[in-house]
Nanobody, 117 residues
Framework: QVQLVESGGGLVQPGGSLRLSCAASGAPFRIYTMDWYRQRPGNERVRVARITTGGATDYADSVKGRFTVSRDNAKNTVYLQMNSLKPEDTAVYYC???????????WGQGTQVTVSA
């Protein structure tokens, strides 16, 4: 089973940028669709970006044009480049792996992103 470890979170000013990384191990990375979710305090976890095994991407309306998801199968890593950050982007960000054949889901531990002046 795949294991996921997120990194790259932190404190950034409004308008700034961060790049999150999610490193996978323990299983062939290329067979997983990878999602990025976020969870604000008191809210449900919502998906913000997806990249399929073939490299197709999809974004929540709230982040379109500002966030970019990418994957490097050679490095077993998925990235979330976040630009033009807003205070409402503050959340814990999680990566999620969906197995292409079994649909089994695996979550990372999350990384905190705080956008504040």
């Amino acid at each position: 089973q795949v294991q996921l470890v997120e990194s790259g979170g932190g404190l950034v000013q409004p308008g700034g940028s961060l790049r999150l990384s999610c490193a996978a191990s323990g299983a062939p990375f290329r067979i997983y669709t990878m999602d990025w979710y976020r969870q604000r305090p008191g809210n449900e976890r919502v998906r913000v970006a997806r990249i399929t095994t073939g490299g197709a991407t999809d974004y929540a309306d709230s982040v379109k044009g500002r966030f970019t998801v990418s994957r490097d199968n050679a490095k077993n890593t998925v990235y979330l480049q976040m630009n033009s950050l807003k205070p409402e982007d503050t959340a814990v960000y999680y990566c999620n792996a969906r197995h292409s054949f079994t649909a089994a889901l695996t979550w990372g531990q999350g990384t905190q992103v705080t956008v504040s002046a």
